[in-house]
């Protein structure tokens, strides 16, 4: 039996890929197993969204590489790099890992990983020096509720890719030429499999694609009454889809990420006030509020469109806990736009809020602009704006304490309010008594920074982690 170790990198929707390839693996009877340095094939599963998740990726495949070199035994060892920086790169690490890699494989791939493994071993004696390269072009591929798949979640939360690929022109973005265009599964498809991960014990299911609030505009010539304006039928097929997965029987949260604030609708809004289980959290990454800079990144919202959805979201869902990414340091960015930046962010004062620093891709427009911004400039107005939002972070947490609040008990004292996404938001620490996977009603009696407790007197968090930066 061969046996086969995974590293997954990235997010959430490379994770997915992740467990189709396990999926596949398994239904092949190949064992899969944690440890690396124990396999016969080692697939790194990568990520290249910015510099940073690209040297993450590189030294993942290093290191397993020296495992390689360092264990005698272990030298028949295969490497099968897949994901973002295998579709985006092949041609080039062909090259520059001639030696470490004896596959890449593209997104498309990822239904045929048990196959590839075989023939990397039929082929073994006679293969060319080269690595085998099996990426083709912009990615087509999209699972369907039938896809065999591995959960490598825990049991109480499982990852729903409804849609993939993207068709915005954002010029920071290179994930439209690796991804390829915008391809939304059937609401039916998605309903399917929703209906069996909440049959399996699923308490939180997280809807996840480049952008969610474009699924099924790609189908849109299909709509029932072709003569509907465009701007009434827009977020049309998400509200179906919302309003179907609420009507499944159980005690479960929706939870939407990864929207573009462009498709937005009142629609949309008065849908999720009216679906009990979607959770009252939104995840709408809005990049930056200056003109000049919506503009330059090809957001193609404004300043004044955003303040008045902002406006409209909070109005239409009290209580609401909106969750935003901004960048700092995208060629031209002045000062002012910073200062107007910041401004925005005191006065709308989000519960949740990331920042990236501009990170120059290859590839995208945004790498060609004149006026790039030097690191240390970027580094300065990254801490600018994280001092900022660990003010209004503690303003938001301390909000809370006295009130009660639902939650899901993710491990013994550690569990999630329904504004924490999984990995990327705060904490919530209860009674270690509470049982994990699921749902519990706490009273929140402290907080620290973006993290609740609500904890008998005396009783220590079992983890404290200091002031995410994921915030």
């Not at 369907?144 to 890719?161: G, I, M, N, Q, S």
Request: net charge neutral.
């Amino acid at each position: 039996m061969i046996k086969v170790s995974l590293i997954s990198l990235g997010c959430a929707k490379n994770l997915v890929d992740s467990e189709i390839m396990v999926g596949h693996l398994h239904q092949a009877g190949m064992k899969v197993i944690p440890e690396a340095e124990k396999a016969d094939v080692v697939i790194v599963n990568t990520c290249s969204f910015i510099d940073s998740s690209k040297e993450e990726s590189i030294g993942h495949i290093l290191e397993v590489h020296q495992h390689k070199g360092m264990r005698k035994r272990r030298k028949e060892q295969k490497l099968i790099v897949a994901g973002c920086m295998a579709q985006r790169f092949s041609k080039d690490l062909s090259t520059s890992l001639h030696d470490e890699v004896d596959a890449f494989i593209g997104l498309d791939q990822v239904t045929k990983v048990a196959p590839i493994i075989e023939e990397i071993y039929a082929k073994e004696r006679g293969r060319a020096e080269a690595p085998v390269n099996l990426v083709a072009g912009r990615s087509t591929y999209i699972p369907d509720y039938d896809t065999p798949r591995f959960r490598l979640t825990p049991r109480h939360f499982a990852y729903v890719k409804i849609a993939e690929g993207c068709n915005h022109p954002c010029t920071f973005c290179i994930i439209p030429q690796i991804r390829g265009r915008h391809r939304s599964r059937t609401v039916a498809s998605v309903v399917a499999e929703a209906r069996q991960l909440v049959k399996e014990g699923v308490k939180e299911l997280n809807l996840i694609s480049q952008d969610t609030t474009f699924f099924g505009m790609d189908t849109w010539e299909e709509r029932p009454n072709p003569r509907t304006p465009v701007d009434s039928a827009r977020g049309t097929a998400l509200t179906t889809l919302l309003r179907e997965l609420n009507a499944i029987e159980g005690d479960f949260w929706i939870r939407l990420l990864y929207t573009h604030p462009a498709h937005w609708s009142d629609e949309l809004i008065r849908t999720i006030a009216e679906c009990p289980k979607v959770a009252r959290y939104i995840d709408i990454p809005l990049q930056h509020i200056s003109d000049r800079m919506l503009d330059r990144m090809q957001r193609e919202t404004s300043g004044a469109y955003i303040r008045d959805l902002i406006r409209r979201i909070r109005a239409g869902l009290p209580g609401i806990a909106v969750r935003t990414t901004f960048i700092v340091g995208f060629p031209g960015e002045t000062e002012a736009d910073v200062d107007e930046l910041c401004a925005f962010i005191e006065e709308t004062k989000f519960e949740r809020l990331g920042v990236f620093r501009y990170s120059q891709e290859e590839g995208t427009r945004g790498a060609k602009m004149p006026d790039q911004i030097p690191a240390k400039v970027k580094e300065a107005r990254w801490h600018r704006l994280m001092a900022l939002q660990h003010r209004i972070a503690g303003e938001v947490s301390q909000a809370w304490v006295g009130k009660r609040l639902k939650v899901l008990v993710e491990e013994p004292g550690v569990a999630r309010g329904e504004a924490d996404a999984p990995d990327i938001d705060g904490r919530v620490y209860v009674p270690r008594t509470l049982p994990v996977s699921e749902f519990a009603t706490v009273t929140i009696n402290a907080y620290r920074d973006y993290d609740l407790l609500a904890l008998p007197a005396g009783e220590q968090p079992v983890v404290w982690k200091v002031a995410r930066q994921a915030q």
